[in-house]
């Protein structure tokens, strides 16, 4: 089975106005917060019209790699989301 079907039924339960990922308004992106935009496995992280790196973090599997890559620079705010929302992962 491929990866993309098992990720699929995951369910993903979003926690409306409040997202758990905040990124830093910024005017350019730092090179780790660009990198984002590459290694998300989620694909969270975009470009958008007027360069800068934006999270939509519906869909985060909450893999953590954002967290340790921009986290400690103050680039993004990161917080699990609270119980009950977020990603709820199917084993099986
Ligand atoms: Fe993407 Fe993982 Fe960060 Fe979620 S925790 S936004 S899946 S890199």
Redesign the pocket.
């Known amino acids: 089975e491929r990866i993309e079907d098992k990720l699929y039924q995951n369910r993903y339960l979003v926690d409306t106005g409040r997202p758990h ?1 905040t990124v830093r308004p910024h005017r350019s992106p730092s090179p780790s917060l660009l990198a ?1 935009t590459q ?7 975009e470009v958008n019209e007027i360069g800068q790196v934006a ?1 939509v ?1 519906d ?9 340790v ?1 921009c986290e400690a620079s103050g680039d ?1 705010k ?1 917080n699990y989301p609270r119980g009950g929302f977020g ?1 709820l992962f199917k084993f099986g």
């Open positions: 990922i984002l290694i998300c496995p989620a694909k969270c992280y999270i973090s869909g985060c599997l909450e893999c953590g790699t954002c967290r890559l993004i990161w990603v």
